[in-house]
């Protein structure tokens, strides 16, 4: 059942100073999905102290050659390592692909 026990809540900077990182880091952690699991109390936003202890021991590491904890398919999208995908030149609407601005009077 519910356990008595009280577990601290913090705020984002509170939470990133436990973690010592800062607040914008722990906030783009946050929108890409890579950060610890937060509450959100209407506006607010609120960290339970065992969610960051937890978030903190899955970056635990013995060496430098230790892989990534973060499984691949919780990478948020273009990080992945070693993909040979690039995105699309843009192109501009007068110009054919390869074709100098000169060549169409720009």
């Not at 904890?69 to 948020?76: A, E, I, N, S």
Request: charged fraction near 35%; proline fraction near 7%.
């Amino acid at each position: 059942m519910h356990s008595t026990e009280h577990h601290r809540k913090l705020n984002s900077p509170e939470a990133a100073e436990y973690l010592g990182i800062s607040v914008s880091t722990l906030s783009k952690r946050r929108v890409d999905g890579d950060g610890p699991k937060y509450l959100k109390l209407g506006r607010r936003v609120v960290y339970d102290t065992r969610d960051l202890d937890g978030w903190l021991d899955t970056r635990r590491r013995a060496s430098t050659a230790d892989v990534d904890p973060v499984p691949d398919g919780c990478r948020p999208r273009g990080r992945e390592t070693g993909s040979t995908t690039s995105v699309p030149e843009r192109q501009h609407p007068r110009r054919k692909r390869g074709q100098a601005a000169s060549e169409v009077g720009l």
